[in-house]
């Protein structure tokens, strides 16, 4: 049995993920992905939108993946390889030439992220049409306090 190991935090879970995860999947005949702690993305500098027990539970629905394991620190790769007996290490090439320390242990690779989508683009689409809301709101109480003013 050939087992596939990755790691995200999965944020915003969208297209790009269950592309990835599919084809993760089909690399091999067990899939178990390390889901990054809020904890471990504070250190990161990283801020998740969901929390980490939504992600997990999502990555836990989908029927690509086997197994779901917190991420909580970077150095843990190498027992988690050893823990689920992963015959590959599998990331998006976004993380390209980032792990191939750990091609003594196992096969390390890297597979095309999914054009036009990531979690970072969203991200920054729902902060935008924050701050649109913002200054439409903004800009109605301005208005407001100007009738009350005339009266």
Same mark, same amino acid.
């Given at each position: ?16 993920? #269950? ?23 504070? /250190? ?12 997990? =539970? ?8 086997? =197994? ?20 590959? %290490? ?8 980032? %792990? ?14 999914? =054009?036009? #989508? ?6 920054? /689409?729902?902060?935008? %049409? ?13 208005? #407001? ?5 005339? /009266?």
């Amino acid at each position: 049995m050939t087992t596939v190991i990755t790691y995200g935090t999965f944020d915003l879970f969208h297209i790009g993920h #269950v592309n990835l995860l599919r084809r993760l999947r089909a690399l091999g005949d067990r899939l178990v992905v390390g889901c990054s702690t809020d904890t471990f993305n504070s /250190l990161k500098g990283k801020k998740a939108m969901m929390p980490y027990e939504h992600r997990i =539970a999502i990555l836990e629905a989908c029927r690509y993946v086997d =197994a779901v394991f917190p991420e909580e620190h970077w150095d843990q790769k190498r027992s988690d390889i050893v823990r689920e007996n992963a015959d590959i %290490f599998a990331m998006g090439d976004d993380w390209s030439g980032k %792990f191939d320390e750990l091609n003594d242990q196992c096969q390390v690779i890297y597979l095309p992220r999914t =054009a036009d #989508v990531s979690s970072t683009e969203i991200r920054q /689409l729902v902060h935008s %049409f924050k701050q649109e809301q913002v200054l439409s709101l903004k800009h109605s109480a301005e208005h #407001v306090l100007q009738l009350i003013e005339k /009266l």
